[in-house]
């Protein structure tokens, strides 16, 4: 289609600024907007494809802040369905909503374009005429890259407080509409945002296949035994008997947010586990629900796999391998068992929601070993899922502790007859829905989780008086090889992460997890929370992880002597109210029995964690661990900044990825983890003024933890010394400035982008198959 002169010319006033855009402008000359402009995408013309030209750079320069639920306006840009989609004002992430938000998942409330449009979805590409004029003209994602050319980062070191890059920042969504007067009034908010522009050849990319309507070429076939393998699943999964649905129901209920994968796939696709009115065989007919097991409104639902269509981003990947070892082992725990389902469990909400009720047929230590093979994945649930972001999520857990978990029991019988007894005291805040209150609810929990301490305290002690105290054979070993017995969290303030082995120092704190709690624990975070919730769904959930936690550190506690075990409670909760540590260890939780580990010094808690890395020495993973950097005066260098403690780590952010240069070798990396201390973290909002700066330290790990850096750091390997002398100095904003001026890449680096392509690079080699692309949303501005 060709361009009229008036149209040219109103183009070239509309990109040089000396004309207003409207609706009514564009509607003149460009035609109407179509909202199903974009339902089916174009085939890509000759010289441009999407997968080959666009795809990377969009997810280098874009994806790197828009994906997943924090996205900025929604606007998802890891997939071409996402673009399509376009931008809305509406917040995800929203602690305060009254009622219940429509939730607007990509790739499952809604499939085309013009859906999107009725969910109030507006549009970044152009849906009026396709012509060149208009593609950009009428496009908010070009006049958003084109104002950063036009208008780059000022020249400083760090940004003028006009940009907002806080986590709960006020969200600018302009429509093209309105975008003239948000370039005359933020004319240096151009994309990518805080950062600097693409260069000339990415954005000429860009601005040709913008041009030409956005062409998608579809994603490229599966290979045939990828084909193949999904047929053996899907059949495997949707077997005809009572007992094959029930665990396929609990199968699906536990890895609904896994990214799956054939252990024998070179390629590596990912795919997800989906409910589906139609059978295998035919084509997906998405279940679409808020929670995994919400009623699904047809008397039969089928087990699926969907493949994956957005770039895998860090923040939210969880990948977990199926291959045949893996169908063979759940054959084995599931499914060859003796034992009967007369029926399958009601949706019914107060069922569903409480897997103790739900699941009751199927046998406790099946469940258990279940997410035991897998308890990183397991617990990557609640770090990675949509629950874990913001820091009234996250002050619910030390800033770093270690997990165990309790070894699958010989006494399953009494466990399973004590969970049936008390599945009504475990119902947990998803049962109230979305649009749950507050006070009355959680005095109800609060209640039911007393009367449930109490009588685990008097089962637990009947138990070991009858059978054996505790033990550490009582802490799983993972059969000798599985690297998932031993765990390790951190928190970023606003963010979390988890690694196999046990990582830096010993911590103040430490859980033990056993089938109960590691339940819950899925179903309250998990399974059972709806991001789209209401404030009082939301906060019911925060407060009733403070109960998980808690429950853990009881479950370490009674491992050690009898007469310490209040004393180390305290330690743990300076500050706290006698009600909060009755819950820790006191007079609703307690084993009144003494441990059956013998100690040989006073400091019993450090005594048990030297015994539980002899214990899980063949199977704890050591690569978080200094020990494997070969070079030993670089491993000198970076046990000082290991050693750092105190208030100066005050002024280090959260997490800083450490790139180490020694040329000709190829750049190493590091990730900084400050830990901050805290007399507890039993007070919501109270965060402030619970924090204990001389007892700060910091883990230095080789590789990448964390999936959103606070700041990148670069340096020649002879200056790892002076950094940490620099960090340990640290006493003000202006000391952390000077060091920052030495060692920061910072986000206006003219080479920042060079940077962030090599660490992307040296993070995706690392992992390939764990790794994903990190997250800038919290890059540092200092």
Request: charged content about 25%.
């Amino acid at each position: 289609m060709c361009i009229n002169k008036a149209s040219l010319l109103l183009w070239i006033a509309l990109l040089s600024g000396c004309a207003a855009l409207t609706r009514h402008t564009l509607d003149e000359h460009f035609g109407r907007p179509d909202p199903a402009r974009f339902d089916t995408p174009r085939a890509p013309g000759p010289g441009i494809s999407y997968r080959a030209d666009v795809q990377p750079i969009l997810e280098r320069r874009c994806v790197v802040c828009h994906a997943c639920y924090d996205a900025p306006c929604q606007l998802k840009l890891g997939a071409w369905e996402g673009i399509a989609r376009g931008a809305s004002r509406e917040l995800v992430y929203d602690g305060l909503r009254i009622g219940e938000a429509e939730p607007s998942r990509l790739f499952t409330d809604a499939q085309k374009a013009s859906e999107w449009r009725a969910r109030g979805f507006y549009p970044v590409l152009n849906e009026r005429d396709q012509v060149p004029a208009a593609n950009l003209a009428g496009s908010v994602m070009y006049r958003a890259l084109q104002l950063k050319q036009t208008h780059p980062l000022p020249d400083a070191a760090v940004l003028p407080g006009t940009f907002d890059f806080s986590l709960d920042r006020e969200q600018q969504c302009p429509r093209i509409e309105e975008y003239d007067e948000f370039e005359r009034k933020n004319p240096l908010w151009g994309m990518p945002f805080g950062l600097p522009g693409l260069s000339p050849a990415e954005l000429g990319t860009l601005r040709r296949w913008l041009e030409d309507g956005a062409p998608f070429e579809g994603l490229p076939p599966l290979p045939g035994q990828v084909d193949r393998q999904i047929g053996e699943w899907e059949a495997f999964l949707n077997g005809d008997s009572l007992k094959q649905r029930l665990v396929s129901r609990y199968v699906f209920e536990h890895l609904f947010l896994a990214h799956l994968y054939f252990d024998r796939d070179p390629q590596h696709h990912f795919f997800r586990l989906v409910r589906s009115r139609t059978p295998p065989g035919q084509p997906i007919d998405l279940v679409a629900s808020r929670r995994p097991y919400d009623d699904p409104g047809v008397e039969r639902v089928y087990y699926r796999l969907q493949r994956a269509q957005e770039a895998v981003v860090d923040k939210t990947h969880m990948p977990y391998a199926l291959g045949q070892q893996r169908m063979a082992r759940w054959r084995d725990l599931f499914l060859r068992p003796d034992y009967q389902v007369d029926e399958l469990p009601s949706y019914a909400p107060e069922i569903a929601s409480n897997p103790f009720i739900a699941f009751r047929a199927l046998p406790v230590n099946a469940r258990y070993q279940f997410m035991l093979d897998e308890a990183e994945f397991t617990i990557m649930g609640f770090i990675k899922g949509p629950v874990c972001r913001g820091q009234v999520a996250l002050d619910v857990i030390e800033d770093q502790f270690w997990v165990f978990f309790q070894a699958n029991a010989d006494h399953e019988e009494a466990i399973g007859e004590f969970l049936e007894r008390e599945a009504s005291l475990l119902q947990l805040p998803a049962e109230l829905g979305s649009d749950a209150g507050i006070v009355g609810p959680w005095r109800e929990y609060a209640k039911r989780e007393a009367r449930y301490l109490q009588d685990k305290s008097d089962f637990l002690t009947r138990l070991a008086r009858a059978r054996n105290r505790p033990q550490l054979a009582s802490i799983w070993n993972g059969e000798g090889h599985n690297p998932n017995a031993a765990l390790t969290v951190f928190r970023h303030f606003d963010s979390a992460s988890v690694v196999k082995g046990l990582v830096g120092e010993p911590p103040k704190t430490a859980w033990v997890i056993g089938y109960a709690l590691l339940e819950r624990i899925h179903y309250l975070l998990v399974a059972g929370f709806d991001v789209y919730g209401n404030v009082g769904h939301q906060l019911l959930t925060r407060l009733y992880m403070d109960f998980m936690r808690m429950e853990g550190e009881f479950n370490f506690l009674v491992y050690l002597p009898l007469n310490q075990r209040p004393a180390l409670r305290d330690h743990w909760y300076r500050g706290a109210s006698q009600e909060v540590k009755d819950h820790v260890y006191g007079k609703l939780a307690r084993l009144d029995v003494e441990t059956g580990i013998s100690f040989r010094t006073d400091e019993p808690q450090q005594e048990l964690y030297a015994m539980l890395k002899k214990r899980l020495a063949p199977v704890l993973n050591r690569r978080y661990e200094l020990s494997g950097v070969a070079d030993a005066a670089l491993l000198a260098d970076l046990a000082l900044l290991a050693g750092l403690r105190g208030e100066a780590l005050s002024w280090l952010p959260e997490l800083v990825y450490l790139r180490v240069d020694n040329p000709p070798h190829l750049p190493r990396y590091f990730t900084l983890l400050r830990n901050t201390g805290h007399s507890n973290i039993s007070s919501l909002l109270r965060e402030g003024r619970e924090l204990l700066p001389a007892e700060n330290t910091l883990t230095v790990a080789p590789g990448f933890i964390g999936a959103y850096p606070n700041a990148i750091y670069r340096l020649q390997r002879k200056e790892v010394r002076a950094l940490a002398k620099a960090i340990g100095a640290l006493s003000s904003e202006g000391d952390y400035r000077a060091l920052a001026d030495r060692f920061i890449v910072r986000r206006t680096d003219p080479r920042f982008w060079q940077y962030s392509d090599e660490l992307q690079d040296a993070h995706l080699k690392l992992a390939p198959i764990t790794a994903g692309l990190l997250d800038y949303n919290r890059l540092e501005n200092r």
